[in-house]
DNA sequence: CGTGTTTGACCCGCGC
DNA sequence: GCGCGGGTCAAACACG
């Protein structure tokens, strides 16, 4: 069975089944006599056939899927090149990375970006106080600061950096990108207004409203959600209205990362955790981490959407504000001139507020699975004060969110081909623990019996690669996952509505919801997730072990 | 010894 | 102006 399952891997297959077929003729020559091998032979082969079938049907989508994408890449690129004008939309530089490196050195004006309401200078003119201030030994690397945030300027709130952005992807072919590339691209599209610069930078002075934050709410008995990024505590605090203190925690992957989360129990029910994200990482995000961070930002361009329309910072700034959903290629509006009012995914119970001196959204991910599948497809409910985000719920315990997200497809396969046989912590199918989750770097650090036991044993197998490819692809998570992809690219023929693959595109949280809600019927169900055996080791948030004592 | 957490002090914005 | 509360700093401490 578990060889049968492997001859579904691409490339190759075929030459193994054909192997294994005459091995096993040449067995019915020397067994005749008996007909239970017979019987497991016709089953195999019936099996065998099936797969291929499968295999076959899995290659045309795969076909259809990259045909699609290369129709709409020309597309694409026709347009953004008919719309060629002195100021260069943001997708087009987005999609000619030469010329925009060019670009930064040229032209001051990247030094500075839309703001998502935040006024940066009063809080540059603080940090420098706060840093010239500081000890001696911190003062080569305050200096250091001081000067990349001259020279990163204003930066939007809320969004993350991709390093296999779509836009990137199709650039380069390549997932791999260098973090200079992803800031580059990020300056690029952080400042479609560049040549505006000192008067959007005024505007962002006169608007000192209010950088957006997302709140997620999970059932968590873990201190924290473990959202795949790292995570350094740097306060705590007791919040009125709250006897459950409030941590404060600052992305740790770089010391410059402005990113903000808090964590606090909910009150009312103490097996709620919610989470509050702020702020942007001005670094490649490990991969763990791409869900929530895209999520999140997927989120608070929402909000920056309706603050846009709605009266949210409703300054000039805030119009032309690059969302950090159309950054991530997350904004399906893409050849609508932003005239659209509304937010680019729907959402079913999403909870917005302004009334704070923060634009927040809460995505409450607390609430029972079924109410969100009976309701699909979920609807954007225009509430003049607050909607709901219910995401529903396999989020309990660990609170490990399932990650799938359907840009970058080709990159994302080919992580799951490298994680899963060997470490696996990058992308998760339903609940899994913690320890899976760890971006790559990290486990291979804090696992390095495990993954030097898994190269070893890849490395006993002859034909390590192949066996490994078809062990992946044998993998009924992968098919899923494959299935899901292609549900999601090619959602307007299948199964899934377009409006549940904007939701997917737009919060990858939810991919794993919405791919097994809508998994074609000639598609496998989700099993349960891979058993990958891992250490309990250093988290990715340290702070998790300790805080537990909370 | 390096890294991360704890925790009291401090800063700052906001409402009265 | 004052007090309150949220947010941050940084020295002390803990841990591996």
Redesign the pocket.
Known sequence: MEETLKRKAPGGAFKEEKRSESSHADEDCKDEDMPLKENELDSAKAEMHEVREENQRLRTYLDKMMKDYQSLKTQFNNIVHEKDSPKKSRYDRALNHQEHVEQKHDTPEFDVSLSLGRSSS?ELK??N???H???PQ?AETSTKTVEQDKEEGLRLGLDCRFDMQPSVLSKEGLPETSPEHSLDDEKEVHTEKSEKAPEDDEVAHQN?AKKA?VSVRVRCDTPTMIDGC?????????????PC??????C?VTPSCPV?K?VQRCSQDMSILIT?Y??THNHTLPIAAHAMASTTSAAASMILSGSSTSGIGSSGASTAITTPAELHGLNYYLSNNSTSSRPPFYLPNSSISSS???PSITLDLTSSSSSMMNNFPPRYNVNSSSTNLNFSSSLESNSTLPIFWSNGNNYQLQNYTKNTQIMGPSLNFGRQHQENFYPYNSFMQKNKNEVAQAHQSMQMDKNSIESATKAITADPNFQSALAAAITSMIGSNNNISGQNAKLEQSFPVLSSFLSTNSQASNMRPVPPPLPISSSKS??T???????Q??
């Open positions: 009063s603080r940090d106080v706060r840093k201030s500081s000890s911190k000192p934050r790292q995570w350094r505590k740097y306060g705590q605090k007791i919040a009125k209205g709250n203190p409030r941590a404060y925690y600052r740790s903000r808090q509050t702020e702020g704070s001196s923060y250093k988290s948030s340290p702070e998790d072990n300790r805080d004592v909370r």
